[in-house]
């Protein structure tokens, strides 16, 4: 079995090359992050021919599409993925796209698998577009919503923001009354691959692979500080209310699938933030 993985340098893609099955030829693209553990192939997503090009030299059976950035939506998730479905459909690859929660209102969770992107953000309306453009166009792809995606240690980019600013005293102000379901990189990435070695009608569909605990910005903030031997009486808990733009305010998943078909199941935040000894 080969599988390309877009964003092979990213924290998901990067756990995704660590964890792969000893049968599984792995390949993956990268942009400016290094890649490691796997065969890379440099390459800009949203340039449709050249992602064709890739397609057809390393003719992949399977693509996990995990790269993505919350800076250019319409370049990094929209086209990158609209390049991605089309070389999938080209070559006959199939694929598991990396949908987001960030998608929902958050007035109505916990969200089903069957719940309707209805957007209320910049980022979450790219990635509403990505996600029913690869159901739409590709009914048999896995579709798979996921959360912040935190790694204990080396701290993933977000939690290292939050340590830092701890570090260095700066006003750090984390909102109360916004719940999400924090999964652990390792969890999410073996879940990958349990989805992805699936037979393609058991594959198909959305997916929800989030870890069971729900838990604030906030609440987070103050799991990572303690982990790592901080004070969080620096953090300030605010309310979404203070934030400029508006956010989702309720996006726990339910993970019925996940439950019913796969062996890995995610830690709740707190359990692989502080693992038992």
């Given at each position: 079995?080969?599988?390309l993985?877009t964003g092979?340098?990213?924290?998901?893609?990067?756990?995704?090359?660590r964890?792969?099955?000893?049968?599984?030829?792995?390949?993956?693209?990268?942009?400016?992050?290094?890649?490691?553990?796997?065969?890379?192939h440099?390459?800009?997503?949203?340039?449709?021919?050249?992602?064709?090009?890739?397609?057809?030299?390393?003719?992949?059976?399977?693509?996990?599409?995990?790269?993505?950035?919350?800076?250019?939506?319409?370049?990094?998730?929209?086209?990158?993925?609209?390049?991605?479905?089309?070389?999938?459909?080209?070559?006959?690859a199939?694929?598991?796209?990396m949908?987001?929660?960030?998608?929902?209102?958050?007035?109505?969770?916990?969200?089903?698998?069957?719940?309707?992107?209805?957007?209320?953000?910049?980022?979450?309306?790219?990635?509403?577009?990505?996600?029913?453009?690869?159901?739409?166009?590709?009914?048999?792809?896995?579709?798979?919503?996921t959360?912040l995606?935190?790694?204990?240690?080396?701290?993933d980019?977000g939690?290292?923001s939050?340590l830092?600013?701890?570090?260095?005293?700066?006003?750090?102000r984390?909102?109360?009354?916004?719940?999400?379901?924090?999964t652990?990189?390792?969890?999410?990435?073996?879940?990958?691959?349990?989805?992805?070695?699936?037979?393609?009608?058991?594959?198909?569909?959305?997916?929800?692979?989030?870890a069971?605990?729900?838990?604030?910005?906030?609440?987070?903030?103050?799991?990572?500080?303690?982990?790592?031997?901080?004070?969080?009486?620096?953090?300030?808990?605010?309310?979404?209310?203070?934030?400029?733009?508006?956010?989702?305010?309720?996006l726990?998943?339910?993970?019925?699938?996940?439950?019913?078909?796969?062996?890995?199941?995610a830690r709740?935040?707190?359990?692989?933030?502080?693992?038992p000894?």
């Amino acid at each position: 079995m080969r599988v390309l993985i877009t964003g092979g340098g990213g924290l998901l893609g990067g756990e995704l090359i660590r964890q792969a099955p000893a049968d599984v030829e792995v390949h993956a693209t990268r942009r400016s992050s290094p890649v490691h553990g796997a065969t890379s192939h440099p390459v800009d997503l949203s340039d449709a021919a050249a992602v064709q090009a890739l397609f057809a030299a390393v003719r992949p059976d399977l693509v996990i599409h995990t790269a993505y950035s919350a800076r250019e939506g319409e370049r990094d998730i929209w086209r990158a993925t609209e390049s991605v479905v089309g070389a999938c459909q080209e070559t006959g690859a199939a694929l598991v796209h990396m949908s987001t929660d960030a998608l929902l209102d958050g007035e109505s969770g916990p969200y089903a698998e069957d719940a309707e992107p209805d957007p209320v953000h910049e980022y979450g309306r790219w990635k509403a577009r990505a996600e029913l453009h690869v159901r739409a166009s590709m009914p048999n792809a896995a579709v798979v919503r996921t959360s912040l995606i935190v790694r204990a240690d080396p701290p993933d980019v977000g939690s290292a923001s939050v340590l830092d600013a701890l570090r260095r005293g700066e006003p750090l102000r984390l909102f109360t009354d916004e719940l999400r379901c924090p999964t652990a990189v390792e969890d999410l990435a073996a879940q990958l691959w349990e989805v992805a070695r699936l037979p393609a009608d058991r594959r198909a569909g959305v997916w929800h692979l989030v870890a069971p605990e729900a838990v604030s910005r906030y609440a987070l903030g103050v799991l990572l500080a303690t982990r790592h031997g901080l004070n969080p009486a620096g953090i300030t808990p605010v309310a979404s209310a203070s934030s400029p733009v508006p956010r989702p305010r309720d996006l726990r998943l339910l993970t019925t699938r996940a439950d019913r078909e796969l062996r890995t199941r995610a830690r709740p935040i707190s359990a692989a933030l502080f693992p038992p000894r």
